[in-house]
């Protein structure tokens, strides 16, 4: 079984910055894909930031410059920093990963529980 925890969300003020943590564990083969989505009150949850298994990079219009995603293969452990936020920001953050279980044959997609970051103006 395969897990994935985030931890860093909170309470910031427009300008500031957070630091959001997404470790995967359990049966793991291969990690490829790592990616951060978001999800505000009433809208469709929607693409952040990812990084492939090279350190390939793409993020949002409306976060570049301002957010930075990274992964440290040797803790199966994704990152994303989170700067000069806006109330816009505002939503659940969600880690997600293409991940290849041992002794299974084909990847998956997981997907962590969430973590709140609330900016306020």
């Known amino acids: 079984q395969v897990q994935l925890v985030e931890s860093g969300g909170g309470l910031v003020q427009a300008g500031g910055s957070l630091r959001l943590s997404c470790a995967a564990s359990?049966?793991?083969?291969?990690?490829?894909?790592m990616a951060w989505y978001r999800q505000a009150p009433g809208k469709q949850r929607e693409l952040v930031a990812a990084?492939?298994?090279?350190?390939?990079?793409n993020y949002a219009d409306s976060v570049k410059g301002r957010f930075t995603i990274s992964r440290d293969d040797a803790k199966n452990t994704v990152y994303l920093q989170l700067n000069s936020l806006k109330p816009e920001d505002t939503a659940v953050y969600y880690c997600?990963?293409?991940?290849?279980?041992?002794?299974?044959?084909?990847?998956?997609?997981?997907w962590g529980q969430g973590t709140q970051v609330t900016v306020s103006s």
């Open positions: 990084i492939t298994g090279g350190g390939s990079t």
């Open positions: 997600n990963a293409d991940v290849q279980p041992r002794y299974q044959f084909t990847r998956r997609d997981y």
């Open positions: 359990g049966s793991i083969s291969s990690i490829n894909t």
